[in-house]
């Protein structure tokens, strides 16, 4: 309830603040059988880590080496939960004494404080990005279970920093810079990162997250529709400020003749709907996209209060990522693949 | 976990099909205390009946009158479940051996088969718009509740087949046709609406749901955010391809500088977050976006196949409307209703 | 949240009050394609109704009729949820003020009072046992699964007023009076009853519920034990106050060499523990009991206070029964089918 | 729904294997503002330490440390998520190749490979009581809270290995050995183990739980009800095999005008109900009493047979202990604090 427990059957529960003594979380209900070691995890993890060769990446070193406490026994899960951590191994004893007392715009300082009346201020605490390591951990145990059934999740970067990609090679973007789906457009984003970190402002992006062979009827209908707990999944990632299915904000354009996918003995004709009927899935690719707002970490000067709610002046020189693009693209896949995980234990489809 | 029921603490289950004898729901969770009669829940239903004077609006004839069964004493909520029902009057005997058979484009009618292997195939069962009438009843309970703390929500359309609104006159959008928020495009969206009927097809538009009045500190951090818990409640209305919140959309092209809202000793500058920061309320206004496709039953004649798996074609006649807009908007404010007054209990705060 | 939903996979949600229009629920989560009428509940129903044939049961008569509203179609369920209500015909509209201020020893008067600030006094609203028959519903949905899969449920009475039953004819149970075990005990215990109803008095007894065919292996460890469940389902039923697994209270007065069962090629050579180890089920017959206490309306003058915290004397004329037993035995089996239907569908085990 | 989550407002979700590299678990949902530190949890989580002081107690030399991860901040709950871990420093690298391929006698080595079809089996894995370590830290936690408000929650032991306590010197009991309530008996307890641990055999006991200053208004109705949660909660612990509440099986057995308490001005009469009326806190002490089963593990030689189905015979020398009293009271206790903590918040009381 307190909201950091996701999923119905394939459940994370996370915890963990940016300069706590560590990260952790608990995967509950992931079927006996399935194999597992560190070495898997570890995999996806390292691609949402600190430096991932793009200029305005945060020089914040951290090994985010995940360990695995319980669950696995054998080099097997054993049906029981799955706890682990992952150490903070890089809290600099730097002075917060400057943003002690500020609200940082953009951030969620004073809605937490407005909350819970206290706050850990340091690097944001529960609120800093650095929880979605939890998040990649649940995902990829996800998709360990999802990959046994022909299930695979991948993302690119759409647009970045007001620029579209050209090309959709799809295949070829979680090996290039950026996860970007076209080779020419790399240089070109790599320009703006590093121009607008120079600039000392940050840029956004979208992202299409794109899950292969699910199988028709994953989902329920009224409220827990697969697009609407995708929604919800995504759009709990914090710098996602809108999700789209399939054709999205285009579908309330068109007219209904054009925008319904045509049925054909060889299947359907089109995937507007993004593969999903009536919050079910229809067997085609599943289509969402993401549009992840500028890290609001600014080195430009932003005016704001301070905790007696007196106007000061802020700028946050920091660590930060220019843009959460590409870091934010395991994040966002593992969320997709915890939805589904959790619809695949739920149809009664098991390990 | 089937997807029926909606909410943790202010909790909705629905039940019914669109040919059934009845549909229904129980709330519970309702705190003791309120004030609730059946003429205030009906207010709200009569703005998603059928024939709300615009040209498309279906000829299905129900008076969905709603009838309350427990909860209330004496014209007060007692804090047990309130349990109702809306009884299916017009559910016309008329021969449905046309499409019984047949995979309607752009319907549930295949995922539903896949899913379940049995449908009630009279009028899209359980996948009908009409289960939200059911939506409607708890969304009205929950704005009795709201509207004590001086928390309102309400919506207006902003785009319609394809053609915006030019003003923004939100407090008047309601009492307009298509909830539309200026004089001047009321003909302009009906002439498109008579024109896209005339031909036998539909369109969708855009619609926008405004919360005033939540006080800071609503929400969760992490999974439960109140822009995820919107987004599940919004995406998870039948129509509904994306959902946005504040900027939306163009939070992704702007750069962090600009997106970013200030903060001034008056309160904030501007509310490009759309009143959530970190998923917990700031105190501004509540701004989601939705986009809804057009209705997928249109009189042209479409390609698709039958449960046979072969090719057939289907002209839809029916008694559809030609736009799910304003129909849809009270079951949008239903499902803000629904979430707002939920993260309401959550935070500890009473009737 | 608000205690009105039980289960997880198979769920139940009811609502109603003694003296209100109508009881009723929503069972969510049940499997397609299984056959279902109102008959085969109503059978289960039947069993419930006041005067069962014993002395002194209530005189109140009520046709318990359930009507469907949902979730089946042309004979079979559709996976959607089964709507459904009881109305309430015998509502007498006898004068309510005698007790209206007064807290009535052993029920929930002065508690729902405290809790709420509110109550539905006649009759005890929600309170009132009359809500049981919406679990009996759900019971008999539950039944009709389990049925499916050789899974049955029965229940006999092994104690009342303080007068054991003998023999142990396990199967016959269900068709003697009072749910008795053995045929010689059946007039003592409507002497019993006859007796106490004429001193103005009531009396409780033991019910133990068996389950047969269960198979190995259903049940989570932990917090979700099998046995921990049931005892949640059991207590929760409002006149029982203590619930035992297999050897129960004994257990603990035996050495460990003799309280674990021991294991043969052939099976278990005991079922001490009722059919449950570790949480999980053994294969072997499940075995709970509750001890049901006596009904707390009594005709003799008792002392308590009113509203306003005065003393009071009261008598409950009412048309009561003297013993909660037979009446709450298809009640504890309805509780018990729940359970079981519930870890059915958690087990990955389908219709 | 994998049942490693406990409560819905204040929620433990823990993990761990006996002889994994730790146990540990998340506590979501406390509030923000608790003092909180390590020793005020490792206090409580020593009374559970083997070697209470009793002859039959284990030799597992367990330091039993815990170790906050995150949530706590200067001292002071921050309202996020409280991880934490116990590690497992006494993993003696024994062979278990005698018990790898036995089902033990009332152990759920049996019930476990049914399920998962693997299992852990050192020391009984998840199933061990090992696991109640991290019940105990969540309800240390649920402690804290609580007493600011006045409500304490403590153990004492009834009866032990068939011999009942004489006096009921509640208060004092905490502090003797095997939370007797009297001085006296404790010698004939220590005898009584001494003998049994000597034959290679173990004992059981009952122990009641108490919770003090309870306000009334506690619970929810119908399937939610206090007693039912609790009931829940303390059979879920693993030795458990009966709950009651108050007069328990007693009830049973009593008229209904001596059951019922009376009510006078100064409060009620009696507390046969065991302070829950209907589901909902009445005000008084709250009485709940568990029937502990003797520990499985015993030296004798037991009957029983291996994976291959071939029957065999089992001795189980290990390090366990004769009797789960008194190690088991304080996991009784935390069961208890978790429940009133979780109701305690549903009921919108803060901290």
């Known amino acids: 309830m307190s909201g950091n427990t996701f999923g119905r059957l394939f459940r994370l529960t996370t915890f963990g603040e940016s300069h706590g003594p560590a990260l952790g979380g608990v995967i509950d209900g992931c079927p006996a059988g399935l194999p597992l070691t560190e070495e898997m995890i570890q995999q996806g993890l390292d691609k949402r880590r600190p430096g991932q060769g793009t200029p305005g990446s945060t020089a914040r070193k951290e090994p985010d080496a995940v360990r695995l406490l319980s669950g696995v026994f054998e080099g097997v899960t054993t049906g029981t939960p799955i706890g682990f951590v992952i150490e903070n191994k890089d809290q600099r004893s730097r002075d917060y004494s400057d ?29 800093s990005a650095r929880e979605t390591a939890a998040r990649v951990v649940g995902g990829e145990v996800a998709r360990q279970l999802l990959a046994r059934h022909g299930v695979l999740v991948s993302s690119y970067t759409k647009e970045l920093g007001d620029i579209p ?8 973007a979680p090996s290039r810079p950026f996860y970007a789906p076209d080779d020419y457009v790399v240089d070109i984003w790599e320009d703006r990162v590093r121009l607008v970190h120079a600039e000392g402002d940050s840029v956004g992006g979208i992202v299409c997250v ?28 914090g710098a996602v400020k809108a999700v789209e299915i399939g054709e999205g904000i285009q579908a309330a354009r068109n007219y209904g003749s054009k925008n319904n996918d045509a049925m054909t003995p060889e299947g359907f004709a089109s995937n507007r709907a993004g593969g999903i009927l009536g919050g079910i899935s229809s067997g085609q690719m599943i289509v969402a996209r993401c549009a992840v707002k500028p890290i609001p970490s600014v080195g430009k000067e932003q005016q704001t209060v301070n905790t007696s709610g007196e106007a000061v002046t802020v700028r946050i020189p920091g660590r930060h990522d220019v843009c959460a693009i590409p870091r934010i693209n395991p994040v966002l896949e593992a969320m997709t693949l915890l939805t589904l995980a959790d619809f695949w234990l739920l149809s009664g489809r098991g390990v």
Chains 1, 2, 3, 4 share one sequence.
């Open 165 to 172: 990609a050209q090309c959709m090679d799809i295949p070829g």
């Open 99 to 127: 943003i002690k007392d500020i609200f940082r715009p953009g951030h969620a300082d004073f809605t937490y404080q407005a909350k819970y009346g206290v706050r850990d201020y340091r690097g944001g605490g529960r609120a």
């Open 210 to 237: 794109n899950a292969f062979g699910v199988p028709a009827g994953l989902g329920e209908p009224v409220f827990d529709k697969l697009d609407a707990r995708l929604a919800y999944a995504l759009m709990g990632v």
